[in-house]
């Protein structure tokens, strides 16, 4: 990327004219279509990654992709890459998002961007401008994470290929392999060329909704996405022992959910003291054994999501945490795991301030509000692109906060707004 | 029922004829067999009501008790009657329990009780006495209620048979209903003559383990059963809002898990000053949606399983739950549902009297302590035959309190002092 951190005058023209010929109705279009795969007649969408109605979507993008004179290409990931050629070979300005959908999600979630880099293409073929290096359109390949866990394995896998054996061997509920997944979904497209994981890119922008309250709560339709939470996952496993309710006094009982409510009540003690940091605490999973009536629960699991803007107050968290485990009498056993923990994420000045440019305008010329900056509380591909080039991410709002639902939902005048803001972004770096 | 507390002396000699005549060894015998059907590796039987696995152990039953020279007889509950004649046809004096378990129960738990009951005719038989009235050992069906709820099917609609066309409608796990199987078991035995329900009985004893650690504990083998302890059950579902772990800041969550916490800790809270009372509180099935790591819990619902020997505790619950759903501040709703409520159980002083005296003399015997008196904590057939004639229940002790568990366990001595109070006090009510 070049460091300059403003577009230059003549990439400035080219980023507003592309902003300029990005057209809301075409967008929308586009939306709908692609909700048609797995659409529910609720409004949602159920298209788990590299099932039948993924393959079907994914053939889809690839003939709308070609339409628009693209080149088609898919790695080892199935990672799906739709490249407009540049004047130059130099390494490409990245885009994109992701197909998949949760088990019941909405028609943005992913979608949107993946949609909105396409119609970024349209809109330069429409305003007849050749950029300085090629654009990439990426759809990756299972961001959800909830077929094949953990999510962004497409995204992980093109950053670091030495992460895709481990993530061949992960089995779905009916014992496919996410390997076998692949090969499927490879043998189905045997006419797209295969490319390398980890190519070199020059800089990548994720347009994406923001799948939670805040942008709607300022009424601004567009985020800078400054950074994404830390985030740290614990299992708390509490074993006491299984006995019939009416046979066992209170003063004999090992009853592993007393002590897990005991433990889950100190737990939301600590984080309603750390709400001022925003710490934000989930205790969302919970397996009881043997889950019965009149049976005292002998076995008690429950994971912990723990997330924050600020590295230190999860540090805090997990002192706590250790500490609340290892201060609880009773006559049973608690074992602590933290299974999955990442550090935050923080995308570079040079890339917020251009995003910044391009929000701003998108924005001054629809005569709303000026983009905030906000931080990002869940996952996304550009997480993982940030370990490979320079990246950004913008937010349209999610109404009412509500995403991974079918009642997922954002303003068609804020998905344009998002669609040109990228636009610009994307040029603006396309001719650096 | 005679109206006198105590065996008169010509009844005396025939019931102490009897407890003298109880084999341990063949009784040890007939639970090692009985066990085999759904014996598993580790000790423990699975058997539940009216598999097909069930319907051979009641094969064995059939064969066993004709064996014994029994009038086997079957009522619409597919409850079996083994029958031994008396003098005169008299209501006769009913023992017995339940064959079948839980998904992994004991070789004890209801076995036991039938087995001891067919035990004490065959001693009978040894010893050459005819009582005045008949002696009918049953087994009842699907008292455990894991596979069709409620339990005490069998005892309940035999009691009340306007109960049965409810529980015909009931189904299992694999959309079965209780009347297509109840079918299924009736016509495996063509040639068992059908009864009717409701049938008039003299008076009840049901020997049982104990299922709890009171006995152990005590260091005595057998316990006069004073009643059945009251119990309420309750269903408290939460409903708040399931949202992006990430993106959903605290102070705008509708988190159920939070809430159900909070609640459940207040509950825990109540029955600790309560524990002077006996007060028992278990909070053993939770259903939480979507049940997943990194989504906010949108609906929680729990059960309460509360019970106490004093009414009036649970009275004091009752009032105390109902505030503390009322007084709980959250943006989600509660609902709180009473489901079952049974009031305690309390059987008749004379019929403690009998068992007390056959008790005591089996222990005198063989030079063990003699018997306590104590509260069942869980539900037995006997509950049911309380409301239709005198009743009595005899415990022997459970290992550890153990039940509803492979490791199930009762010392062969304790099971022969059970089996030889129950003849005694089944012959002494036999002949008054």
């Given at each position: 990327m070049n460091t300059t951190t403003q577009a230059q005058p003549e990439s400035r023209a080219a980023a507003e004219a592309a902003q300029d010929h990005v057209q809301g109705d075409r967008l929308q279009a586009a939306i709908a279509e692609l909700a048609r795969?797995?659409?529910?007649?609720?409004g949602g969408v159920s298209r788990q990654t590299l099932t039948d109605i993924d393959l079907q979507a994914r053939r889809y993008l690839i003939d709308r992709a070609g339409a628009l004179g693209c080149v088609v290409e898919v790695d080892d990931c199935a990672n799906l890459f739709f490249r407009r050629p540049g004047?130059?070979?130099l390494p490409p300005v990245l885009t994109g998002s992701h197909a998949d959908t949760q088990p019941v999600g909405g028609k943005l979630d992913g979608a949107y961007g993946v949609l909105a880099g396409l119609e970024v293409l349209a809109a330069l073929n429409d305003a007849g401008i050749e950029t300085l290096r090629p654009i990439e359109v990426v759809a990756w390949?299972?961001?959800?994470?909830?077929?094949?866990?953990?999510?962004a394995m497409g995204s992980s896998a093109f950053v670091?290929?030495?992460?895709?054996p481990d993530y061949r061997k992960v089995t779905d509920g009916d014992g496919v392999t996410f390997g076998a997944a692949l090969d499927r979904a490879l043998q189905a497209i045997p006419e797209v060329p295969r490319r390398a994981l980890r190519r070199p890119m020059s800089s990548c922008v994720e347009l994406h909704i923001?799948?939670?309250?805040v942008l709607e709560a300022a009424r601004v339709p567009l985020g800078i996405v400054a950074g994404i939470q830390s985030v740290r996952w614990y299992r708390v496993t509490l074993t006491g022992m299984a006995a019939h309710a009416g046979t066992t006094p209170m003063d004999v009982r090992a009853d592993a959910m007393a002590a897990a409510v005991d433990v889950a009540h100190r737990l939301y003690a600590h984080a309603a003291q750390a709400a001022a940091s925003q710490l934000r605490l989930t205790l969302g999973r919970w397996l009881v054994g043997p889950n019965s009536v009149n049976t005292i629960p002998g076995e008690v699991e429950f994971t912990i999501d723990v997330r924050c803007v600020d590295e230190r107050v999860l540090e805090r968290f997990d002192a706590a945490l250790g500490e609340i485990v290892k201060s609880h009498a009773w006559p049973g056993r608690v074992e602590l795991e933290c299974f999955f923990s990442r550090p935050p994420t923080r995308f570079p000045a040079e890339m917020l301030a251009l995003v910044g440019q391009a929000c701003e305008r998108a924005c001054r010329q629809a005569s709303q509000p000026p983009p905030v900056a906000l931080t990002s509380g869940a996952f996304h591909d550009a997480m993982y692109l940030a370990e490979h080039c320079p990246t950004a991410m913008i937010f349209v709002p999610s109404k009412g906060g509500v995403?991974?639902?079918?009642?997922e939902e954002t303003a068609p005048h804020e998905l344009l707004l998002g669609a040109q803001a990228l636009a610009y972004a994307v040029t603006a770096l396309a001719n650096a």
């Open positions: 795969f797995g659409g529910r007649d609720d004047k130059t070979d390949t299972n961001e959800e994470g909830s077929r094949f866990g953990p999510g670091d290929p030495g992460r895709l923001e799948q939670g309250p995403s991974h639902n079918a009642a």
